[in-house]
């Protein structure tokens, strides 16, 4: 199927979901879960919030999709929408200051290994090293870090970017460069206090 057939598929979807049509707005819907799961959880670093985000994001939309006036892509309203959620729900943290099992220590923490694949020691490793990326970005200025999440954990364009967060493509550009750059440096010296 090609992009322009795709693009034509999307918009006739669109109309129906925006004349009622809950049917229409579950594809839609099946077709941006995954991808907004993901983002949302680069933001929130919490696998439940990033599903319940995803989840208020798509209910948010289908409340809303009659007022969508099509300026931008559903895709990039659709984050609008995230960005703006996610941010209440870490706002929303900081007041609140929950404890979770996690931060209990080992004690607290449950662990499920499979039967058959990577040794418990690979998959403490990998963990460990998720944590320290997911860490890192945490620490990254805000606007960068919405720049490479939106990039990285959602596959968005520059320009797709730029229109979330209402800036040109080179700034777009500039922060992805800055925050990785940051990153690698944090990184770099996350690595080497680990190995001394």
Not at 96 to 125: M, T
Not at 169 to 185: C, D, I, N, P, Y
Request: proline content about 2%.
């Amino acid at each position: 199927m090609s992009g322009m057939a795709v693009q034509r598929d999307e918009a006739e979807l669109i109309q129906s979901a925006q004349e009622g049509d809950c049917h229409a707005f579950g594809l839609l819907a099946e077709k941006y879960r995954d991808s907004l799961v993901n983002v949302a959880f680069g933001f929130l670093r919490e696998k439940e919030d990033a599903l319940d985000v995803a989840q208020e994001t798509l209910l948010k939309a289908f409340r809303k999709i009659d007022g969508f006036k099509r300026e931008s892509s559903l895709y990039t309203w659709l984050y609008r929408i995230l960005i703006n959620l996610c941010k209440d729900r870490l706002r929303y943290r900081k007041r609140k200051k929950e404890i979770y099992i996690e931060d209990l220590g080992e004690e607290g923490a449950v662990f499920e290994f499979p039967d058959s694949g990577p040794s418990p020691r690979r998959l403490a490793e990998k963990r460990e090293r998720e944590r320290c990326v997911q860490d890192a970005i945490a620490t990254l200025p805000e606007k960068q870090r919405q720049a490479l999440i939106l990039r990285e954990s959602g596959g968005l364009s520059y320009k797709e970017i730029a229109r979330i967060l209402g800036c040109q493509e080179g700034t777009v550009m500039s922060r992805l460069f800055h925050a990785r750059k940051m990153l690698a440096l944090k990184l770099e010296s996350i690595t080497g206090d680990l190995l001394e």
